[in-house]
């Protein structure tokens, strides 16, 4: 993915910042959420064909980004690679099982360098037990 | 080390699907939940509701406004309860825990709240302190 002025512009726009370092002329930086928009540069296949999850009743639970220096500006070409890390099984609050997944990204530079990683949380609501009778 | 001071809440709306939409576009998630009413029914939803990230994005930046875009170096969030349409938000940030001595980090805690007063979107993140430069005479 390439982080784009114009990209930027608008994201900053839609999530309520004018701060110059996204907004003007002379951008240098990118919000600590940017990198969800690599959804725009991945091809459209299930990322989550491998945790036996269906997409259509998974519900986004958490993010989480972590950057290795300052988040990249403008210009910076990163290529992102994604794993799933781990899926997991935990007991909800109204006794039926809930699934839970996290898909690992690594965000690497042109230099090869890791600047960032991301870790997306679905979760999956199980059946409840209790049938009504 | 002092930390410029939390900046005052940050309140958005009254929501609206206009909101959700430039942020759909604007992120490339284009999940029908968040705009379309038959396709937030099918889901099992009452109407259209927020995208978290889109709340999630309100809270990184009312967090990166404060201390400085450079300086993020972790944001962590996770979504609580649905924002709806007609909401009105209140996203405030606060220090967690304050840098003692060498370390340079500081944590954060950030929230937006709804009017009934419920957390619908928590985060943390942890930023390098900002630099002061000492004043020359």
Redesign the interface.
């Known amino acids: 993915m390439v982080v784009e002025a114009g990209k930027l512009r608008e994201f900053a726009a839609a999530t309520g910042s004018s701060h110059p370092a996204y907004v003007c002329p002379h951008a240098d930086s990118s919000p600590p959420t940017f990198l969800i928009t690599k959804r725009l540069w991945q091809a459209d296949e299930d990322p989550w064909a491998d945790t036996g999850l269906d997409p259509a009743r998974i519900l986004h639970a958490g993010e989480e980004f972590a950057f290795t220096g300052p988040p990249p500006g403008p210009g910076t070409t990163l290529t992102f690679d994604s794993h799933i890390e781990k899926v997991f099984t935990k007991r909800g609050r109204r006794g039926g099982e809930l699934t839970f997944a996290v898909l690992c990204t690594e965000y690497r530079d042109e230099a090869g360098a890791l600047r960032a990683t991301s870790r997306t949380t679905v979760v999956q609501p199980g059946q409840t037990p209790l049938e009504p009778r | 080390m002092t930390l410029p001071k939390p900046p005052v809440p940050?309140v958005?709306g009254p929501v609206t699907l206009t909101?959700f939409v430039?942020?759909q576009?604007?992120?490339?998630?284009l999940n029908p939940v968040h705009h379309d009413p038959a396709a937030a029914a099918s889901?099992g939803f009452p109407g259209p509701f927020a995208p978290?990230?889109?709340a999630?994005?309100?809270l990184?930046?009312?967090?990166?406004?404060w201390l400085g875009?450079?300086?993020?170096?972790?944001?962590?969030?996770?979504?609580a309860e649905q924002i709806w349409p007609g909401d009105v938000l209140t996203c405030t940030a606060e220090v967690l825990a304050r840098p003692d001595g060498g370390t340079p980090l500081v944590d954060v805690a950030l929230t937006c709240r709804r009017q009934t007063g419920a957390a619908a979107v928590v985060a943390t993140?942890t930023f390098v302190v900002p630099v002061e430069v000492p004043d020359a005479g």
């Open positions: 940050r958005v909101d430039r942020y576009g604007a992120s490339g998630d889901a978290g990230m889109w999630a994005g309100l990184g930046t009312l967090a990166t406004d875009p450079q300086n993020v170096r972790r944001f962590s969030v996770r979504f993140a």
